[in-house]
T-cell receptor, first 114, second 111 residues
Framework: EAEVAQSPRYKITEKSQAVAFWCDPI?????LYWYRQILGQGPELLVQ????????DSQLPKDRFSAERLKGVDSTLKIQPAELGDSAMYLC????????????FGPGTRLTVT | GQSLEQPSEVTAVEGAIVQINCTYQ??????LSWYQQHDGGAPTFLSY????GLEETGRFSSFLSRSDSYGYLLLQELQMKDSASYFC????????????FGQGTTLQVKP
C-alpha cells in the first residue's frame, strides 16, 4: 500500500540552529501539506502545495520557516533559526487534487529544540 | 474566523457505543471529515460527510447536519484498539479549500 514517507523521524537540535524535514507524498497526489501538531492539539496547516505552487502559507512563520516542492513531487520544510517554541510534531500529508477532505499522513518528524 | 469544538475526553467500556460530537463555524463549508490518531502515530482518515445524514463504514458511522453546523462520529462495539484521539475537520472553500482541524477528543476504552 502506498504511503507518505518522511525523514527524519526524530530530530533534536539546539536553539538558533537550522533544521530541515523531507517528505515524499503518495505517487499521483498533486496536493501536499505540511502541518505542525503540538501535543494535545489538532494539526495546524503550515503550507499547502498544489503541484509545485504554494496555494496557502498564511500560517507559516515566514521569517524563519521556508518550504519548497521544486519538481512537484517531494518537499522540504526548513526552519532557520530554530526556537524553543518550535518543538512539536511536523506532519506531511498528501491528497488527490480537489480532495483535501481525504488526506494521507506520513509518520511525522518529532522535533525537540533545546 | 473558522473554528471547531469537540469534547476533550470521552470514556466508555468495551462493547459499548460512543458518540463524539463536533460543532463548527466556518465560511464556505463543503463538508466534515473525521480522523483517528493513536498515541505516537499519524492521523488516519475515517470518513467524510458532504451531505446531511448518516454515513456508515463498518463499526464507525458519521453524521452531518449542515443546518445545525453539527456532526458526530459514532463508534459501535467498542474495542480496546479504538482508544485514540479523534479529530473532526472542516473542509471549506475559503481561498484554498484547506482542512481545519478541531482540537481532538481523546477516547479511552476500558475493559
Amino acid at each position: 500500500e502506498a504511503e507518505v514517507a518522511q525523514s527524519p523521524r526524530y530530530k533534536i537540535t539546539e536553539k538558533s540552529q537550522a533544521v530541515a524535514f523531507w517528505c515524499d507524498p503518495i505517487s499521483g497526489h498533486a496536493t501536499l501539506y505540511w502541518y505542525r501538531q503540538i501535543l494535545g492539539q489538532g494539526p495546524e496547516l503550515l503550507v499547502q502545495f498544489q503541484d509545485e505552487s504554494v496555494v496557502d502559507d498564511s500560517q507559516l512563520p515566514k521569517d524563519r520557516f521556508s518550504a519548497e516542492r521544486l519538481k512537484g513531487v517531494d518537499s522540504t520544510l526548513k526552519i532557520q533559526p530554530a526556537e524553543l517554541g518550535d518543538s512539536a510534531m511536523y506532519l506531511c500529508a498528501s491528497s488527490l487534487a480537489g480532495q483535501s477532505y481525504e488526506q494521507y499522513f506520513g509518520p511525522g518528524t518529532r522535533l525537540t529544540v533545546t | 474566523g473558522q473554528s471547531l469544538e469537540q469534547p476533550s475526553e470521552v470514556t466508555a467500556v468495551e462493547g459499548a457505543i460512543v458518540q463524539i460530537n463536533c460543532t463548527y463555524q466556518t465560511s464556505g463549508f463543503y463538508g466534515l471529515s473525521w480522523y483517528q490518531q493513536h498515541d505516537g502515530g499519524a492521523p488516519t482518515f475515517l470518513s467524510y460527510n458532504a451531505l446531511d445524514g448518516l454515513e456508515e463504514t463498518g463499526r464507525f458511522s458519521s453524521f452531518l447536519s449542515r443546518s445545525d453546523s453539527y456532526g458526530y462520529l459514532l463508534l459501535q462495539e467498542l474495542q480496546m484498539k479504538d482508544s485514540a484521539s479523534y479529530f473532526c475537520a472542516a473542509w471549506g472553500s475559503s481561498n484554498t479549500g484547506k482542512l481545519i482541524f478541531g482540537q481532538g477528543t481523546t477516547l479511552q476504552v476500558k475493559p
